[in-house]
């Protein structure tokens, strides 16, 4: 059975001409959308995290410089808003790939075309990561079979992607198909994305979860509690590198630890194969004002010292599989991964 889309509110929505978004920032407490009418709002909105989630900063920035090209098609205008809108955030690989997309579409017609050439181009990338998103949920759902406890980290549901999520759309997935699953949600410091976020979609959807704060996850690995770790992803290196939200590291050394699957699922629009492995991926380092306040109120002194990084790199070894639309690579290897990428692929390492 496909998860039900209907359980899984979009975090953007778009009318063929302008772009709005759910506010990420405001939830649960409050559900606003804003409207977006450029390049610049849209990177804005990118680096404040009113939209996040890789797949998702690539949906938005490809309909950002459609906007930005329907005003301005010449060539330098449309080169500078791409610049602006791939400067937003650094780690996650899909918003230069969907630029990139987009800007080439443009490009490749007459300036009095490029306008109908971007919106196509833009429309096409959500598409796709929509389709990705049910390839995932079935494909993760037949791997983990059986499973009834998932632990996962941040947020990676629809409003972090296309149609359902990653993760936990292969949750929504598994627990269509199986009785008793239940997702134990990692609040995910220091923004609080699971807390915030994947606690409200999953009681949208009518799955049973569990909120548990990040340094409980290894415990109760240990203990037997957990059958499984999924996550999603900001980028794979060729290798099988993966980045995601800090914290996911440590999760992987506890699921090798205990033996159970730890599991990355992502659509292909999250491989790099410009780079050979994790030590290449640039890592996000936010204000330390995140770190010094939660909810609004401030935990520390105003001045304390902090270090924030907004991801981490977990190695190739400790990943059990790379779950993706176009085919499972287990274990991710640099030929797996790669063979994932080619045209006729449709799985690969099984």
Same mark, same amino acid.
């Given at each position: 059975?496909?998860?039900? #889309? ?40 990118? =680096? ?5 989630? =890789?797949?998702? $900063?690539?949906? =938005? ?6 906007? #930005? ?15 602006? %809108? ?21 490009? #490749? ?10 919106? #196509? ?38 409003? !972090? ?50 909120? %548990? ?22 980028? /794979? ?16 050394? *506890? ?27 640039? $890592?996000?380092?936010?204000? *330390? ?29 400790? /990943? ?16 797996? /991964? ?7 692929? !449709? !799985?690969?390492?099984?």
């Amino acid at each position: 059975m496909a998860p039900d #889309a209907t359980t899984a509110t979009p975090a953007l929505t778009w009318d063929g001409s302008s772009l709005r978004l759910l506010d990420q920032t405001l939830l649960p407490g409050e559900e606003t959308w804003i409207g977006l009418q450029d390049a610049s709002d849209t990177a804005e909105a990118i =680096a404040r995290l009113a939209v996040r989630g =890789a797949p998702n $900063i690539g949906i =938005a920035a490809a309909y950002g410089l459609a906007m #930005a090209i329907a005003q301005a098609p010449a060539d330098d205008e449309l080169r500078a808003a791409a610049r602006v %809108l791939r400067d937003a955030r650094p780690t996650a690989v899909n918003l230069a790939w969907a630029v990139d997309r987009v800007q080439d579409a443009a490009l #490749a017609v007459a300036p009095d075309q490029r306008a109908a050439a971007a919106r #196509a181009e833009a429309e096409a990338i959500h598409a796709g990561e929509d389709a990705a998103s049910l390839a995932i949920a079935l494909a993760g759902a037949d791997l983990l079979s059986g499973s009834r406890r998932i632990l996962t980290h941040c947020n990676t549901g629809a409003l !972090a992607c296309g149609g359902t999520g990653s993760a936990p759309a292969v949750a929504l997935e598994l627990a269509a198909r199986e009785q008793g699953v239940t997702v134990l949600a990692c609040e995910t410091r220091p923004l609080l994305q699971g807390a915030r976020l994947t606690v409200w979609e999953l009681r949208r959807a009518g799955i049973s979860h569990e909120l %548990l704060v990040d340094g409980a996850a290894a415990g109760l690995m240990r203990r037997g509690e957990v059958d499984a770790v999924i996550v999603g992803c900001d980028r /794979v290196a060729a290798n099988g590198d993966t980045a995601n939200k800090v914290g996911t590291y440590a999760h992987a050394l *506890a699921a090798r630890a205990a033996g159970i699957p730890f599991i990355v699922a992502g659509p292909t629009s999250t491989i790099d194969a410009s780079i050979a492995s994790g030590d290449e991926i640039v $890592i996000e380092e936010r204000s *330390a004002d995140e770190v010094r306040h939660a909810g609004g109120a401030l935990l520390t002194g105003a001045d304390t010292p902090c270090r924030n990084p907004a991801f981490d790199v977990t190695p190739a070894q400790l /990943v059990t599989a790379l779950v993706t639309e176009r085919g499972i690579a287990s274990p991710p290897t640099t030929e797996s /991964v790669l063979g994932l990428l080619r045209p006729s692929s !449709a !799985a690969a390492g099984t």
